[in-house]
């Protein structure tokens, strides 16, 4: 098919590389000499030893040698799609980012991953789901790296290498696959007890999907959306599935997991080879950017709480459709690469510390796992927008930069007459002030309130889902080791709520323990009572 073409830059454009033909009236070797035999390898006499002049056997075997790279350090098992995101233009008041205007149509693709597990592992474990979504914009490409859950485990990014270490397979036995039930999950999550909010989540119906199509997908952290005039607002990203949101039960979701490891994978497959299109609707709910950065009381840097919707509603910005299967796992599911560091203008990030550390963490882990940092090359992570960067060579560096001067300005190459600070087009950080402070190893007081809206969750639960709540802490808990690690998840749960506590108690034959936090709002306020259930109808 020949080599991709060149932009006017020098980067190669288009998939082309990616339609490599593997038909064809014959076979060739890498470098496209044409081959008579794959099957046999050069011998001295058919049954002589094999020679090392070889060279197809040893381009062969060489290039299967070094096949596979290194799965994702978490979310390693996924399934993807593409997809287009149309904008209602209903953000315009809040964000200048394009392809939120009023039909404009973006090309997008989206991976849906379990966290825990390894590659080969089972879909429909009890574990969170990532959600991450890359929007081709023509400002560039703009990541959208979510989950079906909307807090996260911990605070400040430099636990997750602590929480990842503790939820993965114990190093000894390297067991379990991909399932929380384990001591030192456990360990973890009653020792910091902020994880209790995305626990819960857990173990709610919410921890076994039945369907990516009917997941829920949140962006957790708040971000700062800008206007054309400059003016800020805080925001946290929602999808709606048009589906609804669904579960499995526990007792089905073992069963499949048995029967058909690959169910999540195969139904998003099989849906859009049906044509059953999945689509979701982005929602953001709004928040004025005061100086505080909290709103009705909690803090928006803080990513184990939600602002419940009752609140602030989620008002539906545009529509998502997914409508193609990848056409090559590897290629596309398996290269893409995300990073919440993504942006477009119009679009910015706050301070929530847990942002900051995956602001550093996904290009530093994508340099290992896709061998250099030229990846952003790869078909399945060019940008749809035109590229004039300076960063040259490399591993896998595969465009043909041209001239001679790869800095601004130069008086060599002409053609370029970049200035700093003119483009009226150009991202720009908002310029937010920080606070005069001195350093400081610490977490704000408000980062202190650990049961308030697992508690909140908890009472707004039909009957029904606290059945399988307490179902599920009683499983997982149960499958521990240590009688210390159950006795400290008891603990958790008395500070949420003395129901749950004691049934979960009496399942694992153990005392259920008096709450050592005021257990917050007997009842629920009618305001705060269905946490992630309102969405305006259509
Ligand atoms: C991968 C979401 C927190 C490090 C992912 C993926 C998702 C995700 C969806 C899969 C991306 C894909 O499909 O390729 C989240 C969310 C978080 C969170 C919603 C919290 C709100 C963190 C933190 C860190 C981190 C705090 C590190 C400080 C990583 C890494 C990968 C990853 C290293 C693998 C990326 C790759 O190899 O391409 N995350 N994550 N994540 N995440 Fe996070």
């Not at 709103?295 to 419940?308: A, N, R, S």
Request: glycine share 8%; proline share 8%; net charge negative.
């Amino acid at each position: 098919s020949g080599p991709a073409p060149m932009s006017p830059t020098g980067q190669e454009t288009g998939a082309t590389q990616a339609d490599v033909a593997q038909g064809g009236p014959y076979l060739t070797t890498a470098q496209g000499a044409r081959l008579y035999d794959s099957d046999h390898s050069l011998k001295a006499g058919a049954r002589g030893p094999v020679l090392i002049q070889d060279h197809h056997l040893r381009e062969k075997i060489t290039h299967f040698d070094h096949e596979r790279i290194p799965e994702r350090v978490v979310h390693a098992r996924g399934a993807a799609a593409h997809g287009v995101f149309r904008g209602y233009g209903t953000a315009a008041n809040v964000t200048k980012a394009a392809f939120l205007a009023n039909g404009v149509e973006t090309p997008v693709f989206v991976r849906f991953s379990t966290v825990l597990g390894s590659r080969g592992s089972s879909d429909t474990v009890r574990d969170t789901r990532g959600f991450a979504t890359k929007f081709y914009t023509q400002e560039g490409v703009f990541d959208l790296v979510g989950n079906n859950i909307p807090v996260f485990f911990i605070q400040d990014a430099i636990k997750f290498p602590d929480i990842i270490h503790a939820g993965k397979p114990h190093p000894d036995r390297e067991i379990p696959q991909a399932q929380s039930a384990h001591d030192t999950f456990w360990d973890f999550v009653t020792l910091h007890t902020e994880a209790t909010h995305h626990t819960l989540w857990n173990m709610s119906d919410r921890g076994i999907p039945r369907s990516y199509r009917t997941m829920e997908g949140f962006g957790v952290h708040t971000f700062r959306l800008v206007d054309a005039e400059g003016g800020t607002t805080l925001v946290k990203w929602h999808w709606k599935p048009k589906l609804g949101v669904h579960s499995l039960v526990w007792e089905e979701a073992q069963l499949i997991n048995g029967m058909d490891p690959d169910f999540h994978r195969r139904d998003l497959a099989d849906a859009i080879d049906a044509g059953a299109f999945p689509q979701w609707e982005l929602g953001i709910q709004t928040f004025p950017d005061t100086p505080d950065q909290t709103f009705e009381g909690i803090d928006l840097l803080d990513p184990t709480k939600i602002v419940p919707e009752e609140l602030a509603p989620v008002q539906p910005i545009g529509l998502m459709t997914l409508n193609a299967n990848p056409s090559n796992y590897f290629a596309e599911t398996e290269q893409v690469a995300f990073h919440v560091g993504h942006l477009v203008p119009g679009i910015d990030v706050t301070d929530d510390p847990l942002l900051a550390g995956r602001l550093f963490s996904y290009l530093d882990t994508q340099i290992t796992r896709l061998g250099g940092p030229n990846f952003g090359q790869l078909p399945i992570n060019r940008t749809h927008a035109p590229v004039n960067d300076m960063l040259r060579d490399g591993m896998h560096q595969t465009a043909v930069h041209r001239g001679v001067a790869p800095y601004r300005p130069n008086s060599l190459d002409g053609g370029c007459p970049f200035q700093a600070g003119v483009d009226t087009g150009a991202y720009v950080e908002t310029p937010v002030g920080v606070p005069e402070a001195s350093k400081i190893r610490d977490a704000p007081t408000s980062f202190a309130d650990h049961f308030s809206q697992p508690r909140l969750f908890w009472l707004s639960m039909t009957p029904v889902e606290r059945e399988h709540i307490i179902a599920a802490y009683t499983f997982e808990l149960g499958k521990c080791y240590e009688q210390s690690v159950k006795e400290r998840g008891l603990r958790a749960l008395a500070n949420i709520d003395t129901e749950l506590c004691a049934e979960v108690a009496a399942g694992l034959g153990l005392p259920a323990p008096e709450a050592t936090e005021p257990l917050a709002s007997p009842e629920p306020s009618p305001a705060l009572s269905q946490v992630g259930q309102v969405w305006p109808p259509d």
